[in-house]
């Protein structure tokens, strides 16, 4: 059964830094999309970044500059560098993967595996 495990949320203030990671178990897809989620409490599921296993990558507007997602492989970790953190990045994050789509996405329909998430808070 494949799993997909979040790790590294937590809490921090305005301004400071945190890495995701998000590891899958089970069968592993040697041709690949995959990306992060975020959802604060009384909106829609937010897609934030998303990579391709040809090195393709997209972000949202909100988060373009200061996250960085990343992975070396498909055996590897999928991360997310976030920097310069604001309030308003503070949501639950959730990694999601499908087999390779034509290009990298940020819509939810687009994933069929996804994560159970790890909060962020980010205070001011």
């Known amino acids: 059964q494949v799993q997909l495990v979040e790790s590294g949320g937590g809490s921090v203030q305005s301004g400071g830094s945190l890495r995701l990671s998000c590891v899958a178990s089970g069968y592993t897809y040697s041709k690949y999309s995959m990306a992060w989620f975020r959802q604060a409490p009384g909106k829609e599921r937010e897609g934030v970044a998303a990579?391709?296993?040809?090195?393709?990558?997209t972000y949202a507007a909100s988060v373009k500059g200061r996250f960085s997602i990343s992975k070396d492989g498909a055996e590897s970790p999928l991360y997310l560098q976030m920097n310069n953190l604001i309030p308003e990045d503070t949501a639950i994050y959730s990694c999601?993967?499908?087999?390779?789509?034509?290009?990298?996405?940020?819509?939810?329909?687009?994933?069929?595996?996804w994560g159970q998430g790890t909060q962020v808070t980010v205070s001011s």
């Open positions: 990579i391709n296993s040809d090195g393709r990558t």
């Open positions: 999601a993967r499908t087999p390779a789509l034509l290009a990298p996405s940020l819509s939810p329909r687009s994933y069929w595996q």
